[in-house]
Nanobody, 113 residues
């Protein structure tokens, strides 16, 4: 049984930091792991992603502020979010891609101005 479990998130002030973590189990081979963000009325947006080989992608709005990291042996991915802005607010979903895509339950991130 595949499980994708997120932790972290919460409330931060503008300029502050938060760290998201995600662990996947029940998946034999994982290619990409990443984080998506969803806000009301908008489509879910890819924020950051890292491949098994270590290649990374960041949406322009978070470049230089967020860092994604991954431990292949532990099937974990982290998102370190620094210099947070109110527009970073949203529900963050962990996405794990093996033979198919799997999603976590989402974790709320709220940044106050």
């Amino acid at each position: 049984q595949v499980q994708v479990v997120e932790s972290g998130g919460g409330l931060a002030q503008s300029g502050g930091s938060l760290r998201l973590s995600c662990v996947a189990s029940g998946i034999f081979y994982i290619n990409a792991m990443g984080w998506y963000r969803q806000v009301p009325g908008k489509q879910r947006e890819l924020v950051a992603q890292v491949t098994r080989g270590g290649s990374t992608f960041y949406v322009d709005s978070v470049k230089g502020r967020f860092t994604i990291s991954r431990d292949n042996a532990k099937n974990t991915v982290h998102l370190q979010m620094n210099s947070l802005k109110p527009e970073d607010t949203g529900v963050y979903y962990c996405n794990v891609v093996g033979g198919s895509a799997h999603w976590g339950q989402g974790t709320q991130v709220t940044v106050s101005s």
